[in-house]
């Protein structure tokens, strides 16, 4: 994260921050660290729970994110594109893991339900 911060030196903004906040602005490291962290706790409570919290695991995790990427710019501490830049990272990170653990079909963690590897994806069942 350092490494890709240093290299685009953008700094943060200046207008009426609520934080003083050190480094380079972009991309956001919160953003990026909370889609990979909570993403991946999301993944792992769809693969434990019954299919029928789904979509309920999908909002609460949707909107925690959106609300963590608000906060860093009603603090001032990020412009937009920096947060936008952090999802897309996370994503990125997140999607890398799935696709790993689709590939393997490792399971989780112990006494998860375990789907088979072509029956795991993240769309939402009817």
């Known amino acids: ?3 890709l911060k240093s290299f685009f030196r953008r700094p943060r903004p200046n207008l009426f921050p609520l934080e003083n906040a050190t480094g380079f602005s ?3 490291g919160h953003a990026w660290m909370d889609t990979v962290f ?3 706790l999301g993944v792992l409570l769809i693969d434990k729970l019954p299919d029928h919290y789904r979509l309920r695991v999908l909002v609460g995790t949707g909107t925690f994110l959106f609300l963590v990427g608000l906060s860093r710019l009603y603090l001032g501490v990020h ?3 920096d947060v936008l830049a952090g999802y897309a990272g996370g994503l ?4 890398l893991f799935i696709a790993w653990w ?4 490792t399971r989780l ?3 998860t339900r375990h789907k088979p590897t072509s029956d795991l994806h993240l769309t939402l069942k009817k």
Not at 92 to 95: H, M, N, P, V
């Open 79 to 81: 412009y937009p594109t």
């Open 109 to 111: 963690s112990p006494g």
């Open 26 to 28: 972009f991309p956001s």
């Open 38 to 40: 909570f993403g991946l």
């Open 1 to 3: 994260m350092e490494a």
């Open 102 to 105: 689709r590939q393997t079909g």
């Open 92 to 95: 990125s990170i997140l999607t």
